[in-house]
């Protein structure tokens, strides 16, 4: 039997990005933690982002590094996260889609709260595209944007891999031209000076208190694991 080369290359990537999942991934994608005080995260939305009612029954937390494989899989928002319908995986894709689908249909209140402990500084690189990810999100949330700004950067990943080049300043910006209404000055200005450098950084610093990897999803307070079906059932 013949197999043609594209076919074989298509295998090949399934396999390596696979692979990736199973052994190269630095963090754990369902990490074991204890309940928390969810208010914290309530009443500084310039620093943990929201959608959805303030009075909503259900408030789900997310916490995300932008560069993390995982939590683009629970974005559903890569093209390549079908890659792993049918896998351990599964459960885990969009996830988080569905959780800000239904925060923006006014049944839950859903937070995002960023994270940047994959930077390449912190494992023997040079690059921090966690945290200029984080950096733009917020310099977008600034002008009420974040959402769609959180949207484009899982849109762009392109593999599950990280420190890749994939989020620089320059990238960041060319990303966020697609946003109708943002000042694309502001945003650059922001974005080059590091103006929200320390939000990015006190986000951080909260959530390693909290949780151990990502994504970390909980429910009304408590850790629930990363898929939707699991969300829903720790709905009150």
Known sequence: MIIKKSVLWTFVVIILIVLFFLFLNPFDSSPSVGAMNQSIFMSNPSIYPSLGPDNAKNVVIE??????????????????TSQFQGTQY???INAAGNAEQAAQQGQIKFIFVTMNFLDGT??????????????AAFCANDQGKFWAMHDL??????S??????????????????????????????CLESDIDLLKVQASETTAMSIVTGTPSFF?????????WTAI?????
């Open 90 to 92: 599964a459960s885990m």
């Open 153 to 158: 950067i899982y849109g762009a990943s392109t």
């Open 160 to 189: 599950p891999s990280e420190d890749t080049g994939k989020y620089t300043k320059a990238n960041l910006e060319i990303l966020a031209q697609n946003i109708q209404g943002l000042d694309q000055t502001q945003f650059k200005n």
């Open 232 to 236: 829903q059932a720790a709905f009150k």
């Open 63 to 80: 916490f995300s590094d932008f560069q993390c494989p995982y939590c683009a899989l629970a974005s559903g928002l890569p093209n390549w």
């Open 219 to 227: 429910v009304n307070g408590n850790p629930v694991q990363p898929s």
């Open 122 to 135: 912190n494992h023997g690189g040079t690059t921090t595209e966690s945290t200029w990810a984080a950096e």
